[in-house]
């Protein structure tokens, strides 16, 4: 899958379903990080403050400064 052809959230039911599904995702919200390859490295459910989603990032070595 084309990275730079996810949805937005004004996409289609259709779009969103189907991204759904190909992913695995069965709540929402959903947060999949990908790699290079677009395969899932780590899928955290619920919300996440701005602070959370970064420290998300830093236990997966990316540098966040």
Same mark, same amino acid.
């Given at each position: 899958?084309?990275?730079?052809?996810f949805?937005t @959230?004004?996409?289609?039911d259709? !779009? !969103?379903? &189907?991204?759904?599904? &190909?992913? =695995? !995702?069965?709540?929402?919200?959903?947060?999949l990080?990908? +790699?290079? =390859?677009? +395969? !899932?490295? @780590?899928?955290e459910?619920?919300y996440?403050?701005l602070d959370e989603v970064? &420290?998300?990032f830093?236990?997966?070595?990316? +540098?966040?400064e």
């Amino acid at each position: 899958r084309d990275l730079h052809s996810f949805p937005t @959230r004004r996409s289609s039911d259709l !779009v !969103v379903a &189907e991204l759904a599904k &190909e992913y =695995n !995702v069965t709540y929402l919200p959903a947060l999949l990080f990908l +790699d290079d =390859n677009g +395969d !899932v490295v @780590r899928q955290e459910v619920g919300y996440h403050s701005l602070d959370e989603v970064l &420290e998300i990032f830093r236990d997966m070595g990316v +540098d966040i400064e």
